[in-house]
Nanobody, 116 residues
């Protein structure tokens, strides 16, 4: 059974930091690209960052220089270190696993709220 379980969300003040974690199981993790997406009510889900099976990375312009994605293939984990958080970073953050030719998988999401 495939599972993606996010953790680490919460309430943080502007300028603060959070580290999101995603624990993966039930599929060959090391062969999948892993991404973090975020979504607010009434808006489309937005890809925030991605890390390929070969560890190449992608960041949305809105988070470049502030967020860092990483993965630990030995532990089947992917992380999103979020620094200098802004109120506009408030959203539900989702972990995604994707590989060409295969279906993709989603976690249940974790809420991040940036507010004073």
């Amino acid at each position: 059974q495939v599972q993606l379980v996010e953790s680490g969300g919460g309430l943080v003040q502007p300028g603060g930091s959070l580290r999101l974690s995603c624990a993966a199981s039930g599929f060959p993790f090391g062969t999948y690209a892993m991404s973090w997406y975020r979504q607010n009510p009434g808006r489309e889900r937005e890809q925030v960052a991605a890390i390929g099976a070969g560890a190449g990375t992608y960041y949305a312009d809105s988070v470049k220089g502030r967020f860092t994605i990483s993965r630990d293939n030995a532990k089947n984990m992917v992380y999103l270190q979020m620094n200098s958080l802004k109120p506009e970073d408030t959203a539900v953050y989702y972990c995604n696993a994707d590989r060409p030719g295969a279906r993709d998988y989603w976690g249940q999401g974790t809420q991040v709220t940036v507010s004073a």
